[in-house]
């Protein structure tokens, strides 16, 4: 039996006229070629050799698609994990379908990767590089602009500067000292500075109205800002302790309430002349005790505070004279943290037994946001680092606390304070009868007071100055 022509039925126009065929158009016969390869790839070889083969032109062979979107239009698109490969189906009119595998490409897989913008030319894609200064955009530092007022800068310069004091003379003592020119005077200087009493003796003699009513004081307390409230009217006719609370780092509120006329303390409470206590040692520093004796500083120890109490004043026994001791002192200084208040007073009796002895009267003052000023590390993250600092407390006396702040040109790293609001409110004095050997239990009465005023005052003005504050007032140690 002879076999069929592979093509039984003509393709060329001239010949299917001839035959009485209907013209076959372009398309049919390519879909009709293609489906005919198609059977050959599953059943046959490669090329087909044997009988019925004629010379007549076959229809050209569809190249592989390379643009996926033609064949997405009518069609299924499935997925194979094993072998990461995209799986394209079209169906055409007559329920046939064409299926090809392309490789996954990264849109697909639903791993995008970002890519610069780019564009076709005629040379191929143009790649962009990185964009230079984003890394400064993200930057978590946030730096001053140019335009601030001159008033702010000046604020910022009389902070900078109390804030640096110490280190600022101590280095020009050291300076001078490279001179061979003044050593005749530095010797003396030195040897004055080794003998000298003038921090403890009470005579307030070196002590500078001119310098401490400046007006750069006002840009100092303005930088936060910082307000003095009075409770009540205190008698020039008493001496009075005032205790300070907290410490926070520096006691910024202190000095601008207690040691300049910035917040007008003379107007508040005239007639009585307060004194502001630091630490002995700061009095062997060259150069700045004498600036802080000018400030009207004095040292802590209780012979100042005595001589203070019981000497000059307008009987010439400390009538109306009075010492501002920050009560928590360096040990407080660890516990400030923002929007706490963590006080140091339940086994300090000493500034009451003081007070006892000399017959003055206790003020207690509350400074809220004193501890909102600058940043520290945690004792809770930093336990090593929080034992050595109270080692170093027990054994000198003084510890550094590990803060920070803002800067000078940012607002977010360095040394200077927060421009965060003060708000130092004095209670009311809690009257103590002279006794000159204090009695245990007086001074257990009279401490109860004293933390009851400091209650009150938190209770009564918290809502006003401590609206963001976390947790209530705590009394440790």
């Given at each position: 039996m002879a076999s069929l022509p592979l093509n039984a039925e003509p393709s060329q126009p001239q010949e299917r006229e001839a035959q009485h065929l209907p013209l076959k158009s372009y398309v049919d016969a390519a879909v009709e070629n293609l489906n005919g390869d198609s059977e050959k790839e599953n059943n046959a070889p490669s090329q087909y050799i044997g009988q019925g083969e004629d010379d007549a032109p076959?229809?050209?062979?569809?190249?592989?698609?390379?643009?996926?979107?033609s064949l997405r239009v009518n069609g299924l698109r499935n997925k194979t994990s094993a072998q990461s490969l995209l799986v394209e189906k079209f169906?055409?009119?007559?329920?046939?379908?064409?299926?090809?595998?392309?490789?996954?490409?990264?849109?697909?897989?639903g791993q995008q990767t970002h890519k610069s913008p780019s564009r076709q030319t005629g040379g191929g894609e143009l790649v962009s590089g990185r964009r230079a200064g984003a890394g400064w955009e993200k930057s978590g530092i946030r730096w001053a602009p140019l335009n601030v007022p001159l008033k702010r800068r000046l604020q910022t310069l009389v902070v900078l500067w109390h804030t640096l004091s110490i280190a600022l003379l101590l280095t020009t003592f050291f300076f001078l000292c490279a001179i061979p020119l003044f050593w005749p005077l530095l010797f003396p200087y030195v040897l004055y500075l080794l003998f000298s009493t003038a921090g403890h003796s009470g005579t307030l003699s070196r002590r500078s109205p001119f310098l401490r009513s400046l007006p750069i004081w006002s840009l100092f307390a303005s930088y936060f800002p910082a307000r003095l409230h009075r409770s009540q009217v205190l008698p020039p006719t008493r001496k009075y302790i005032f205790g300070y609370h907290p410490h926070g780092i520096i006691s910024h509120?202190?000095?601008?309430?207690?040691?300049?006329?910035?917040?007008?303390?003379?107007?508040?409470?005239?007639?009585?002349?307060?004194?502001?206590?630091?630490?002995?040692?700061?009095?062997r520093i060259p150069l700045y005790r004498d600036y802080a004796l000018a400030l009207g500083l004095a040292s802590v120890s209780r012979e100042s505070c005595e001589n203070i109490l019981s000497k000059g004043g307008a009987n010439g026994e400390g009538m109306g004279r009075a010492i501002t001791i920050v009560v928590g002192g360096a040990r407080e200084s660890l516990d400030a943290r923002p929007d706490t208040l963590r006080l140091v007073l339940r086994r300090r009796k000493g500034f009451v037994k003081l007070g006892i002895r000399t017959g003055a009267d206790l003020v207690p003052v509350l400074a809220f946001g004193e501890n909102n000023l600058y940043d520290q590390v945690q004792p809770e993250t930093h336990p090593v680092i929080h034992k050595t600092q109270l080692v170093v407390k027990k054994a000198l006396g003084f510890t550094i606390p590990l803060f920070h702040a803002r800067g000078v040109f940012n607002y977010d790293v360095g040394m200077m304070p927060y421009r965060t609001p003060l708000n130092i409110v004095v209670g009311r004095p809690i009257?103590?009868?002279q006794q000159k050997v204090p009695d245990e239990a007086y001074v257990d009465e009279i401490h109860g007071l004293y933390v009851a005023e400091l209650e009150r005052l938190w209770r009564e003005w918290r809502g006003d100055f401590a609206q963001g504050m976390k947790g209530d007032l705590e009394f440790v140690e």
């Open positions: 076959r229809s050209p062979s569809r190249k592989p698609h390379k643009r996926n979107g169906q055409d009119r007559d329920g046939e379908h064409l299926t090809s595998i392309n490789p996954l490409d990264s849109e697909d897989s509120g202190a000095f601008a309430a207690f040691v300049t006329e910035a917040l007008g303390f003379a107007q508040l409470f005239p007639g009585i002349t307060n004194t502001l206590l630091t630490l002995d040692s700061n009095f009257k103590v009868a």
